[in-house]
């Protein structure tokens, strides 16, 4: 990894990125937090998480296409802009109607400028081998696992601290300003370009991305195991409202983001693999277990994240349609926040008619159901 952090710039985009990452890892975890505190209701707060992803969801591969079109620069500063604007809004009227805050939030979401896919874009650009491309993968899913454990923390502390809508604002404020100097360092600017007047454009029509059959596998199971992660987050949240202790929402999922950057230096296994490893790690969490081995159940059963991101990486990289490789990088992270937002919403409703081990159930199927698509799928094989 040291290798390509070598190339001209790559550590500023880098840094850029790792930031990018740390805000979206506080976000998530911050809008809970702060709408469970200001409306003391963890179905609304799994409301508006769910509002958020949903945004990203819809959102993504519109800005993906539009970035594949017009050039990153500025789609990036332009969609950093509208994302900070609606972040702040929702952290500064704590009790706005649920309708607004869901509007808010799905637009903030909506407007979550694509830097970790444009990044990608990047280093196939910038480097010369296959290995050190897959390094580059490896070195993404580390920092999008860095991203998780800090900035979880941090929000989990400012909410600890009484002040949950501080993490929203942070988080508002790191993204445009660590997207503005991404955009405009030089191989973001110089690969943002579109292509000359006259030159062959791609084929374009209403699917992009979607005309691989490899995609849309992986948008799928994708997708499942978005539910899993965004039932995690809602669990978290009830586990730590269950001891009254805010802040210890933060150290449970920093822990499974620690378990998911140590799984990024496993030997390689097919997805089927680390989807079933998924499932094991989880089910011992719907069993009563004290905070210290709910944290160490956390980290085994983020063990398969950061693998898994990696080799969907690796696959989008393959499988897309000429001009559409950020459109489908897009896909994958869009897959995963559409499960996300039904995971958070689903795994909301049931912590509040019962515990947070609901939550847990809600995380399993999802990982049961992914375990089966990656199951019955090429892309096991891959």
Same mark, same amino acid.
Request: hydrophobic share 55%; with cysteine; glycine share 10%.
């Given at each position: 990894?040291?290798?390509?952090?070598?190339k001209?710039?790559?550590?500023?985009?880098?840094?850029?990125?790792?930031?990018?990452?740390?805000?979206?890892?506080?976000?998530?975890?911050?809008?809970?937090?702060?709408?469970?505190?200001?409306?003391?209701?963890?179905?609304?707060?799994?409301?508006?998480?769910?509002?958020?992803?949903?945004?990203?969801?819809?959102?993504?591969?519109?800005?993906?296409?539009?970035?594949?079109?017009?050039?990153?620069?500025?789609?990036?500063?332009?969609?950093?802009?509208?994302?900070? /604007?609606? *972040? !702040? %809004?929702?952290a =500064?009227? +704590?009790?706005?109607p #649920?309708?607004? @805050?869901?509007?808010?939030? &799905?637009? $903030?979401g909506?407007?979550?400028?694509?830097?970790?896919?444009w990044?990608?874009?990047?280093?196939?650009?910038?480097?010369?081998?296959?290995?050190q491309?897959?390094?580059?993968?490896?070195?993404?899913?580390?920092?999008?696992?860095?991203?998780?454990?800090?900035?979880?923390?941090? /929000?989990? *502390? !400012? %909410?600890?601290? =009484?002040? +949950?809508?501080?993490? #929203?604002?942070? @988080?508002?404020?790191?993204? &445009?300003? $660590?997207t503005?100097v991404?955009?405009?360092l030089?191989?973001?600017?110089?690969?943002a370009?579109?292509?000359p007047?006259g030159?062959?454009r791609?084929?374009?029509?209403?699917?992009?991305?979607?005309r691989?059959?490899?995609?849309?596998?992986?948008?799928?199971?994708?997708?499942?195991?978005?539910?899993?992660?965004?039932?995690?987050?809602v669990?978290a949240?009830?586990?730590? @409202?269950?001891?009254?202790?805010?802040?210890?929402?933060?150290?449970l999922?920093?822990?499974?983001?620690?378990?998911?950057?140590?799984?990024?230096?496993?030997?390689r296994?097919?997805?089927?693999?680390?989807?079933?490893?998924?499932?094991?790690?989880?089910?011992?969490?719907?069993?009563?277990?004290?905070?210290?081995?709910?944290?160490?159940l956390?980290?085994?059963?983020?063990?398969?994240?950061?693998?898994?991101?990696?080799?969907?990486y690796?696959?989008?990289?393959?499988?897309?349609?000429?001009?559409?490789?950020?459109e489908?990088?897009?896909?994958?992270?869009?897959?995963?926040?559409?499960?996300?937002?039904?995971?958070?919403?689903?795994?909301?409703?049931?912590?509040?008619?019962?515990?947070?081990?609901?939550?847990?159930?809600?995380?399993?199927?999802?990982a049961?159901?992914?375990?089966?698509?990656?199951?019955?799928?090429?892309i096991?094989?891959?």
């Open positions: 990894m040291l290798t390509i952090l070598r001209p710039y790559a550590a500023g985009l880098a840094a850029a990125n790792l930031l990018v990452r740390l805000a979206g890892g506080a976000v998530a975890l911050a809008l809970v937090l702060h709408a469970q505190a200001g409306r003391g209701s963890l179905t609304a707060a799994g409301i508006i998480a769910g509002a958020y992803a949903a945004g990203t969801a819809c959102g993504a591969p519109v800005t993906g296409r539009l970035v594949d079109r017009l050039g990153a620069t500025r789609v990036l500063l332009t969609a950093a802009a509208v994302h900070a /604007a609606a *972040l !702040l %809004a929702v =500064g009227l +704590p009790h706005a #649920l309708a607004a @805050a869901e509007d808010l939030a &799905a637009l $903030a909506g407007a979550r400028p694509p830097v970790a896919a990044m990608r874009g990047i280093w196939a650009a910038i480097l010369d081998t296959d290995e491309r897959r390094a580059s993968y490896r070195l993404e899913s580390a920092l999008l696992e860095i991203g998780f454990i800090a900035g979880p923390l941090v /929000a989990g *502390l !400012l %909410a600890a601290l =009484g002040r +949950p809508a501080l993490g #929203l604002a942070l @988080a508002a404020v790191t993204t &445009a300003a $660590a503005t991404f955009a405009l030089p191989p973001a600017r110089h690969a370009a579109p292509p007047a030159t062959a791609p084929r374009r029509d209403l699917l992009g991305a979607l691989s059959p490899t995609i849309r596998t992986l948008v799928a199971s994708r997708t499942a195991l978005g539910v899993t992660l965004g039932a995690l987050q669990a949240a009830g586990f730590a @409202a269950a001891q009254a202790r805010p802040g210890y929402a933060g150290v999922l920093g822990a499974s983001a620690l378990g998911s950057l140590a799984g990024s230096a496993a030997p296994l097919p997805p089927a693999a680390l989807t079933g490893v998924m499932c094991a790690g989880l089910l011992p969490l719907l069993l009563p277990a004290g905070p210290a081995w709910q944290a160490v956390f980290a085994v059963a983020g063990l398969p994240v950061a693998p898994l991101n990696a080799q969907s690796d696959i989008t990289e393959q499988a897309a349609p000429p001009g559409t490789r950020t489908a990088r897009t896909w994958t992270s869009t897959a995963t926040m559409a499960g996300s937002a039904l995971g958070a919403a689903v795994a909301g409703t049931a912590v509040e008619h019962t515990t947070a081990h609901a939550a847990i159930a809600v995380a399993v199927a999802g049961a159901a992914a375990l089966l698509l990656d199951t019955t799928t090429g096991a094989r891959r």
